[in-house]
T-cell receptor, first 113, second 114 residues
Framework: GENVEQHPSTLSVQEGDSAVIKCTYS??????FPWYKQELGKGPQLIID?????GEKKDQRIAVTLNKTAKHFSLHITETQPEDSAVYFC????????????FGKGTKLTVNP | DSGVTQTPKHLITATGQRVTLRCSPR?????VYWYQQSLDQGLQFLIQ???????AKGNILERFSAQQFPDLHSELNLSSLELGDSALYFC?????????????FGNGTRLTVT
């Protein structure tokens, strides 16, 4: 089915703490997993993505991990800053090869100074 | 700035009316995608065009239609509008299909149906 579950829906952390957002997907043929950040009044912006041939990818304070066996992937943000406050979306393709990118329902992250 | 331009930014119209949303993709991008974002449904995929041809279809209502023109810009037409059509409509573009390259989103058109 076309389903991407994202948790939690809201997350509040103190500045400097880490934040973790998790997503599960249903299509075992899925092979590309992007994460988007959406700030108020703007469109989603790609912040990191991972393909199924790797288990982890890092870009400065952001990392994504993928567990293909369990069909879940996670976004990790370390040393959070107030400007990290936004809504984060995960996404995964459906029906293996079909060009439909299904998004999770989003996580509203608030970083408190 | 993603390089994807959407117009208008805001649109207020009445039920039963028809509107057209416009999208100009990033220079060099051949694919255009339309997504609808509402509070309770998140980002819902509507339709994708690649180099002028329809490539994939999502949960797009029959009252909605889209096209991609030879210059690669795209229009989303919404007709017989209902209150429930009020939402943010995003256009995104990519060089090829989504699995080859990232999607770049515009800043959306906020549609309000009264």
């Amino acid at each position: 089915g076309e389903n991407v579950e994202q948790h939690p829906s809201t997350l509040s952390v103190q500045e400097g703490d880490s934040a973790v957002i998790k997503c599960t997907y249903s299509d075992s043929a899925s092979n590309y997993f992007p994460w988007y950040k959406q700030e108020l009044g703007k469109g989603p912006q790609l912040i990191i993505d991972i393909r199924s041939n790797v288990g982890e990818k890092k870009d400065q304070r952001i990392a994504v991990t993928l567990n293909k066996t369990a069909k879940h992937f996670s976004l990790h943000i370390t040393e959070t800053q107030p400007e990290d406050s936004a809504v984060y979306f995960c996404a995964a393709p459906t029906q293996g090869g079909s060009e439909k990118l299904v998004f999770g329902k989003g996580t509203k992250l608030t970083v408190n100074p | 700035d993603s390089g994807v331009t959407q117009t208008p930014k805001h649109l207020i119209t009445a039920t039963g009316q028809r509107v057209t949303l416009r999208c100009s993709p990033r220079s060099g991008d051949l694919s255009v995608y339309w997504y609808q974002q509402s509070l309770d449904q998140g980002l819902q995929f509507l339709i994708q065009y690649y180099n002028g041809e329809e490539r994939a279809k999502g949960n797009i209502l029959e009252r909605f239609s889209a096209q991609q023109f030879p210059d690669l810009h795209s229009e989303l037409n919404l007709s017989s509008l209902e209150l429930g059509d009020s939402a943010l409509y995003f256009c995104a573009s990519s060089v090829g299909g989504w699995y080859n390259s990232p999607l770049h989103f515009g800043n959306g058109t906020r549609l309000t149906v009264t």
